[in-house]
């Protein structure tokens, strides 16, 4: 599903789940732009973004049962996602569904909304990393399951983090409770969001008329 960069609730342009979590500073970022630089981080980045986007699309294509050529560059991570999907009986009800929450004013599209055999309906995140997730996912993770509620009347009891090893397209598996702070935390950032806005606003009406 292609990226949705403007979404408007109620008349009003509403910040996607990313743009929420991603006010948090991030000083493991702020040291490996300094030891490498602005050039080689932004290369790094750009290829890995591009990777993930095509490995992405072609989950989309497999679990939509839409082929994927056995010679594509990144067919090992299809196999891979495809083998655990089959020994584990998992359900997949929506790949990259967009949702929206009314209630707080934000959207976004979570990688999946699945089910285990025994009926636990989860979160489902794709990652292609060679490390595991940050606390910002989890929090992304709750704020995609209220949406989920919201939508379809029942919230997703669990998380689901399955990553690919990007060299090797490993797949191992993480799962996490849907604890209540994931997403008192996310809405922690909804509302610095709005202050950082107000803030911007205030400096540029105000602060810069006297360099004008």
Not at 5 to 14: F, L, M, P, R, T
Not at 46 to 72: D, N, W, Y
Not at 157 to 170: D, G, Q, S, V
Request: glycine content about 6%.
């Amino acid at each position: 599903m292609p990226h949705i960069s403007s979404h408007y609730i109620n008349g009003v342009k509403a910040p996607s789940v990313n743009q929420v979590t991603g006010c948090i500073s991030n000083e493991g970022l702020v040291k490996w732009w300094r030891k490498l630089g602005f050039a080689a981080c932004d290369k790094i980045t750009k290829e890995s973004q591009e990777r993930g986007t095509e490995i992405h699309g072609l989950f989309e294509a497999m679990l939509k049962g839409q082929p994927v050529p056995e010679g594509h560059r990144y067919y090992a991570f299809v196999s891979a996602l495809q083998m655990w999907n089959i020994s584990s009986g998992y359900k997949f009800l929506a790949i990259e569904p967009h949702l929206e929450s009314k209630q707080y004013a934000y959207h976004g599209s979570p990688d999946a909304v699945g089910q285990t055999k025994d009926g636990v309906l989860e979160v489902v995140d794709f990652k292609i990393k060679d490390k595991e997730a940050d606390y910002r996912i989890l929090m992304n993770e709750a704020a995609y399951a209220q949406m989920w509620l919201e939508e379809k009347g029942a919230k997703p009891e669990r998380f689901r983090i399955l990553n690919f090893h990007p060299k090797t397209a490993e797949l191992t598996e993480k799962v996490y409770e849907n604890k209540p702070e994931y997403f008192e935390d996310f809405l922690t950032c909804r509302k610095m969001l709005e202050v950082n806005k107000k803030a911007d606003t205030y400096y540029r009406t105000h602060c810069m008329k006297r360099y004008k």
